[in-house]
């Protein structure tokens, strides 16, 4: 089984999973500090792109990082995009500031 294939994040080539450096382009790997930078939450679950895309930006214009999840970016298909909403993503640490941001703004409950 090839289970355990991961990717440089500098170069992208496959790396093993106790690999400490690339053997490609010798960057280090360091997975621990890019764990905690994908760490991500959803802030917020909207079932129009148009909502979303308001959030998304108002976010944005308060410095908070965030991305939309299963929007037509091609990550989901339509259909499930349909059923499950469009789901606001925020770096963990800017959920609890996100959420009461966008409540202040009346955009989510
Ligand atoms: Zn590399």
Partial sequence: MEENIFYC?????????????????GAALDETAGEEEMEVETAAVFYSDVDAEIAKE????????CYLSG???????????????????????DLKQAVEYLKGLNIIE
């Fill in 71 to 93: 929007s037509s970016d091609g990550s989901m298909r339509p259909s499930l995009v349909f059923s499950q909403g469009i789901n606001l993503m925020v770096m963990k640490k």
């Fill in 58 to 65: 108002r976010l944005e214009e308060a410095g908070i990082k």
């Fill in 9 to 25: 994040s500098e170069c992208g080539g496959a790396v093993e999973e106790n690999d400490k450096v690339c053997p490609h382009c």
